[in-house]
T-cell receptor, first 117, second 112 residues
Framework: DTEVTQTPKHLVMGMTNKKSLKCEQH?????MYWYKQKAKKPPELMFV???????INESVPSRFSPECPNSSLLNLHLHALQPEDSALYLC????????????????FGNGTRLTVT | GNSVTQMEGPVTLSEEAFLTINCTYT??????LFWYVQYPGEGLQLLLK?????DKGSNKGFEATYRKETTSFHLEKGSVQVSDSAVYFC???????????FGQGTTLQVKP
């Protein structure tokens, strides 16, 4: 069982829809991440929150909007997506925020499989 | 810049065979190194890690040693099982960038 919980597991949305992905962890981790993974590829970093503040945005299009309401929750708001945005969206957390030493491993959820029609 | 190179797959082995998946890296400073595994339909799980040169990470029969002189972190297992079939990612964590850099992944298929 994963300690990072993502909902929903699957999502199908049209290009005009607005939807949100949710992620929750109760391990007291100080950093949370959104990754996008295409089939047979490694995960690509989208956003990093450290201590509930956005610390890294990998030039992600504005149709993806992250939100960190508190230290345990992370949302990804989706609006006006394109078919090429279809992918597995992974949330992750780590005990320590990335810094001088990157020793804390990431704990991943099982992801949301998103299909944009 | 920082990068990770993994051997291309897929790797197909018979049960109880010896496994090696090669991973080499390029980095400034003193990165931490990780192996993650992704089973079908799941997210990534940490398999093992090493945070400094000559450290050996181990878990579930898998091992990898952080070799600074050869900039490598090869994954090994003495006897694979069908349940080890998955995609394996080597990754580098660099404090310089605050990011985890993944290799391209190696698919392992173990046949009975």
């Amino acid at each position: 069982d994963t300690e990072v919980t993502q909902t929903p597991k699957h999502l199908v949305m049209g290009m005009t829809n607005k939807k949100s992905l949710k992620c929750e962890q109760h391990m007291g981790h100080r950093a949370m991440y959104w990754y996008k993974q295409k089939a047979k590829k490694p995960p690509e970093l989208m956003f990093v929150y450290s201590y509930e503040k956005l610390s890294i945005n990998e030039s992600v299009p504005s149709r993806f909007s992250p939100e960190c309401p508190n230290s345990s929750l992370l949302n990804l708001h989706l609006h006006a997506l394109q078919p090429e945005d279809s992918a597995l969206y992974l949330c992750a957390s780590s005990l320590e925020a990335p810094g001088t030493h990157y020793r804390s491993p990431l704990h991943f959820g099982n992801g949301t499989r998103l299909t944009v029609t | 810049g920082n990068s990770v190179t993994q051997m291309e797959g897929p790797v197909t082995l018979s049960e109880e065979a010896f496994l090696t998946i090669n991973c080499t890296y390029t980095a400034t400073g003193y990165p931490s190194l990780f192996w993650y595994v992704q089973y079908p339909g799941e997210g990534l799980q940490l398999l093992l890690k090493a945070t400094k040169a000559d450290d050996k990470g181990s878990n579930k029969g898998f091992e990898a040693t952080y070799r600074k002189e050869t900039t490598s972190f090869h994954l090994e297992k003495g006897s694979v099982q069908v349940s080890d079939s998955a995609v394996y990612f080597c990754a580098l964590g660099s404090g310089n960038t605050g990011k985890l850099i993944f290799g391209q992944g190696t698919t392992l298929q173990v046949k009975p």
